[in-house]
């Protein structure tokens, strides 16, 4: 298992100075993964960037968000990295030594302000847009950061954490669908290393392209 601290230069203009730790989820916080979920389906954006609305995931059980964020903590096949601004506004770079940012339960929690999945996806199946899978590979999705942290290299570190689970798994590429209007999102994958692949189709939010980024 590979988490991942903030490591990259402390941006001057981030909020309070402060840099979000990436991290993967724990199984116990089911009630953040719920959080984050809907603040991330009330963003602007939220009807071109997720195939869920508000309003389902609101009306979702308690057990709904366990049974997901044990699943994600489980990391067989999805994993859910967080960003997080650790409790009393340490820098990332201060949250811990490469091992993971907040590593013992004493620890208050931090506020989480960004989300990235992976998905294992095998070849010969199909995937929840019911697009083949050709080779074994990780697909991204649920990308969300707040608003205030955009613009700061955190959705690319984020991104590269969800890539790399993918590789420890022996994926071949990463892949992810973006919307055809979502210049923004598009922008932040060209510089996580995603390409267009020349594939798009019409998905449940409209015209989707898929962006790839080869691991061998
Ligand atoms: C998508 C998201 C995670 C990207 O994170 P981010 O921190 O904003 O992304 P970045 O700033 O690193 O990269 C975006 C790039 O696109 C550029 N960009 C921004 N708006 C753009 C536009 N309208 N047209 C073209 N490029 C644009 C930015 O300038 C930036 O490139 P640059 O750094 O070379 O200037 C974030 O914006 C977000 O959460 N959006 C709402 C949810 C969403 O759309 N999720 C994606 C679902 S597929």
């Given at each position: 298992m590979t988490d991942f601290v903030a490591d990259g230069p402390v941006a001057a203009?981030?909020?309070?100075?402060?840099?979000?730790?990436?991290?993967?989820?724990?199984?116990?916080?089911?009630?953040?993964?719920?959080?984050?979920?809907?603040?991330?389906?009330?963003d602007p954006a939220a009807p071109m960037a997720f195939l869920d609305t508000y309003a389902n995931a609101a009306s979702q059980p308690d057990t709904y968000w366990q049974n997901r964020t044990t699943a994600a903590a489980a990391a067989q096949t999805v994993v859910q990295y967080v960003a997080e601004v650790p409790a009393g506004g340490r820098t990332g770079a201060d949250a811990g030594t490469g091992t993971g940012g907040r590593t013992g339960s004493a620890e208050p929690p931090g506020r989480w302000v960004g989300s990235?999945?992976?998905?294992l996806e095998q070849p010969g199946s199909e995937d929840f847009e019911g697009q083949p899978v050709e080779v074994r590979q990780v697909h991204v999705v649920g990308v969300w950061l707040h608003p205030d942290h955009r613009g700061r290299g955190v959705i690319q570190?984020?991104?590269?954490?969800?890539?790399?689970?993918?590789?420890?798994?022996?994926?071949?590429?990463?892949?992810l669908y973006v919307h055809a209007d979502n210049?923004?999102?598009?922008?932040?994958y060209r510089k996580a290393g995603f390409v267009p692949s020349g594939n798009t189709f019409i998905g449940s939010t409209g015209r989707e392209l898929e962006m790839v980024r080869a691991l061998r």
């Amino acid at each position: 298992m590979t988490d991942f601290v903030a490591d990259g230069p402390v941006a001057a203009t981030a909020p309070g100075g402060v840099v979000p730790v990436v991290r993967r989820v724990r199984a116990e916080e089911w009630a953040e993964v719920r959080d984050v979920r809907l603040e991330m389906l009330r963003d602007p954006a939220a009807p071109m960037a997720f195939l869920d609305t508000y309003a389902n995931a609101a009306s979702q059980p308690d057990t709904y968000w366990q049974n997901r964020t044990t699943a994600a903590a489980a990391a067989q096949t999805v994993v859910q990295y967080v960003a997080e601004v650790p409790a009393g506004g340490r820098t990332g770079a201060d949250a811990g030594t490469g091992t993971g940012g907040r590593t013992g339960s004493a620890e208050p929690p931090g506020r989480w302000v960004g989300s990235a999945t992976g998905i294992l996806e095998q070849p010969g199946s199909e995937d929840f847009e019911g697009q083949p899978v050709e080779v074994r590979q990780v697909h991204v999705v649920g990308v969300w950061l707040h608003p205030d942290h955009r613009g700061r290299g955190v959705i690319q570190r984020m991104i590269d954490a969800v890539v790399a689970w993918g590789v420890e798994r022996g994926v071949e590429r990463a892949r992810l669908y973006v919307h055809a209007d979502n210049a923004r999102a598009q922008g932040a994958y060209r510089k996580a290393g995603f390409v267009p692949s020349g594939n798009t189709f019409i998905g449940s939010t409209g015209r989707e392209l898929e962006m790839v980024r080869a691991l061998r």
